[in-house]
C-alpha cells in the first residue's frame, strides 16, 4: 500500500514556542492532505485539508492562526502548532488519498506535549 | 447528535470466536465506509471498506453495510489475541469524498 511518512515521531516542548510537523508521501503523489488531532481515548478529529499550491481548508473551531498549514508541493505537507500550550498536547495524524480513489493512508502520528 | 456513532467497549471475546463491531452513522447521504484498526499509540490501518449494501469479505475480516438502517459492521472470525485494538468505523459524509468522519472507535480485547 501507498506509505505516507511522518516526522517527528514524538516532539516535547515548551509552552510558547513552536512546532512543526511534516508529512511527506513516499511512492505517490498527494493533491490532498489532511491532518487529524486524536485525544487520549477520543477518536480522531479533523483539522483541517490541505491542497497542493493552495490555502488550507480548516474545519470549524480550528484556528488556522495557530495551527499553520503549508503544502508547498504534491509530496510534502507541513503543520506548525504555533506558540505552544499544554491544551496542544495531543496526537497529530496526517494523511493522504491515492490518486486512485477515497482510500486514506495514515502516517505513523506524532505524540506532542507541551510542558 | 454525533455523525457517528461506535460503543466504545472494550468488546472481550475469546481466541478463536467470532468478533461483532457496531457502527451508526446519522447522514444518509454517505457514500463511503471503512474500518480501521488502531493499536495505542499508533496510527490508523485501513482493514476494510465498503460502498454498497451487502456483505465484503477479506481473509478473516467481512464487512456488513445497511444503508437503509445506516448500519455498518465488522465480523472478525476465528479472533486472535494479535487482534486486541480499538476499531474505528470511519464514514465519508457527502459525495465528494473530501474528507472522512470516524467513530470514537471499540476497543476488542481477544484473550488467549
Known amino acids: 500500500g501507498a506509505v505516507v511518512s511522518q516526522h517527528p515521531s514524538w516532539v516535547i516542548c515548551k509552552s510558547g514556542t513552536s512546532v512543526k510537523i511534516e508529512c511527506r508521501s513516499l511512492?505517490?503523489?498527494?493533491?490532498?492532505m489532511f491532518w487529524y488531532r486524536q485525544f487520549p481515548k477520543q477518536s480522531l478529529m479533523l483539522m483541517a485539508t490541505s491542497n497542493e499550491g493552495s490555502k488550507a481548508t480548516y474545519e470549524q473551531g480550528v484556528e488556522k492562526d495557530k495551527f499553520l498549514i503549508n503544502h508547498a508541493s504534491l509530496t510534502l505537507s507541513t503543520l506548525t502548532v504555533t506558540s505552544a500550550h499544554p491544551e496542544d498536547s495531543s496526537f497529530y495524524i496526517c494523511s493522504a488519498r491515492t490518486g486512485a480513489g477515497e482510500k486514506l493512508f495514515f502516517g505513523s502520528g506524532t505524540q506532542l506535549s507541551v510542558l | 447528535q454525533k455523525e457517528v456513532e461506535q460503543n466504545s467497549g472494550p468488546l472481550s471475546v475469546p481466541e478463536g470466536a467470532i468478533a461483532s463491531l457496531n457502527c451508526t452513522y446519522s447522514d444518509r447521504v454517505s457514500q463511503s465506509f471503512f474500518w480501521y484498526r488502531q493499536y495505542s499509540g499508533k496510527s490508523p490501518e485501513l482493514i476494510m471498506s465498503i460502498y454498497s449494501n451487502g456483505d465484503k469479505e477479506d481473509g478473516r475480516f467481512t464487512a456488513q453495510l445497511n444503508k437503509a438502517s445506516q448500519y455498518v459492521s465488522l465480523l472478525i472470525r476465528d479472533s486472535q489475541p494479535s487482534d486486541s485494538a480499538t476499531y474505528l468505523c470511519a464514514v465519508t459524509p457527502d459525495t465528494g469524498f473530501q474528507k472522512l468522519v470516524f467513530g470514537t472507535g471499540t476497543r476488542l480485547l481477544v484473550s488467549p
Open positions: 511512492d505517490f503523489q498527494a493533491t490532498t
